[in-house]
């Protein structure tokens, strides 16, 4: 009898053990598959947790969509730490795997991915690796490997493609010092896209060299450019930027340096009249996320600076309308509204990484790690270290507003101006517009008696305002704009 109490004991110590087990399981379950989210929700989600792994963390890095205007088709092309993975999402419910092309060279974290045309440029920041070229016209049936080599790019850790000129920018680039076969390093090469499938060396970045004979920056860890403007993150150095029209005179026209709550200058975006920029921090962990108004390039002005919670990392943020999306690492994607610009609120988000408790940030780097909201279906996609693939659409009403295509902008000019002002109002719908200039804090300090409706442009004399920095703004039932301008 004894035996057996001892065994009867053994066998519900064992049972109970299971049972907390098993609701620990089910918690964590519950937690995984009712991840937090607020006005967004979950399509589909694709991942394997057995590829090969870095830092037993990193399987997933950057990720980009692909559409194909001819056959009105979604795709993805995303990164693990070996291989490029292409996914069909024309329905969203359904994410279907297409192909698995190796990239190049294994256990690497980071890889970066730009659309031009109907080619993907895949390249990585890890080891040995290269350039990888692939042709998208062929899918769903299969990618085309078109191009793979070394010679202007061994690593690389972030690319850039301007569809306008042609270029193709690589940031933090080494290549091949073929006299004795060490890598050598550029903060930015710019490359030719004139053959989209022959990519040719154009220039380098021109860094320049301060007082005491050291380089401004390194290397540039992300760009952003428009117009052969380019919107340079340096890392520690701040962001930079540069006048790229002409390659042999290239020109810094513009910085933004020992700003508040400053850190390791990540990446930037514009918005759509590229009078704002936003940015991240990437490191500290924790830092905000800052827009500041560049509408006179010379003299940037912080507009705000804005979280999704208290220590979370932002990683990359996109422009995208009135909304700042952005991969929030362990905090997943959030939505922000920032048609103003001084007061942004958030407005959605969705919790890849549901394995850290709510505002506990054990790894901060763990997470959502890219972000895409150019999709024409609206849906917006992303990539979890860990968690793997998401195809997300967020509530109506928040980014398919119909407010979303009533455009307006302003553009004024000259600036700096003396003595008149000229005013351009763009519009695609009509409204009751009125304009008034005010000094930088807010203060009237002029009101015009002008109203118009729609597309407008007049002269407003500025003889009678002292010499300085002001801000135009004009007003309507459902929209108001703003632009800074100097008065000299």
């Not at 609701?23 to 979950?42: D, E, H, P, S, T």
Request: glycine fraction near 4%.
């Amino acid at each position: 009898m004894a035996e057996a109490t001892i065994d009867l004991k053994n066998l519900l110590n064992i049972s109970m053990r299971k049972f907390s087990i098993l609701i620990f399981v089910c918690f964590l379950l519950i937690k995984a598959n009712g991840q937090v989210a607020y006005r967004m929700q979950l399509h589909s989600n694709w991942n394997n947790p057995n590829l090969n792994k870095v830092d037993s963390v990193n399987i997933w890095n950057d990720l980009v969509g692909y559409y194909d205007s001819a056959t009105k088709s979604e795709y993805i092309i995303a990164g693990t730490t070996d291989s490029i993975y292409f996914f069909d999402i024309t329905i969203p419910t359904q994410i279907k795997l297409l192909d698995v092309e190796y990239g190049s060279v294994k256990g690497v974290i980071n890889r970066d991915y730009e659309i031009y045309q109907h080619y993907v440029y895949c390249v990585a920041d890890q080891n040995r690796s290269s350039m990888q070229i692939f042709d998208l016209q062929y899918l769903p049936d299969s990618a085309h490997k078109v191009y793979e080599d070394s010679s202007l790019a061994i690593n690389t850790h972030s690319i850039f493609i301007e569809a306008k000129s042609k270029r193709l920018y690589m940031c933090a680039n080494k290549y091949a010092n073929w006299f004795n076969g060490n890598l050598k390093e550029s903060a930015m090469d710019i490359i030719s896209l004139e053959d989209p499938e022959k990519p040719k060396f154009l220039a380098k970045l021109y860094v320049p060299i301060r007082s005491n004979g050291e380089a401004a920056f390194r290397w540039v860890h992300e760009s952003h450019v428009r117009n052969d403007t380019a919107y340079l993150s340096c890392g520690y150095a701040g962001l930079y930027i540069y006048d790229l029209r002409d390659l042999n005179n290239q020109q810094i026209i513009g910085s933004i340096v020992n700003y508040p709550k400053s850190g390791y200058n990540h990446s930037s975006w514009l918005n759509k009249n590229g009078n704002y920029i936003m940015f991240t921090d990437e490191v500290p962990a924790g830092l905000d996320v800052k827009i500041y108004d560049i509408s006179i390039i010379q003299a940037p002005t912080q507009e705000s600076m804005f979280v999704s919670n208290i220590g979370a990392t932002p990683h990359n943020a996109y422009w995208f309308g009135d909304f700042a999306v952005v991969s929030y690492y362990s905090d997943g994607v959030y939505l922000f509204n920032i048609a103003d610009t001084k007061n942004p609120q958030m407005a959605a988000y969705y919790d890849t990484y549901p394995q850290n408790a709510k505002n506990q940030y054990p790894l901060p780097y763990a997470g959502c790690w890219g972000v895409w909201p150019y999709l024409p279906s609206g849906n917006i996609i992303a990539s979890d270290r860990t968690n793997g693939i998401f195809v997300l659409k967020a509530d109506s009403g928040i980014l398919n507003n119909k407010t979303e295509n009533l455009t307006s902008f302003i553009n004024v000019y000259p600036n700096p101006a003396n003595t008149d002002l000229n005013i351009a109002l763009e519009s695609n719908y009509s409204d009751n517009f009125s304009v008034r200039i005010t000094d930088l804090l807010g203060k009237e300090i002029k009101t015009f008696i002008h109203q118009f409706k729609s597309n407008y442009l007049y002269t407003e004399s500025i003889s009678d305002l002292s010499n300085g920095l002001y801000i135009l703004e004009l007003n309507g039932s459902k929209t108001s704009l703003r632009q800074k301008f100097l008065k000299q």
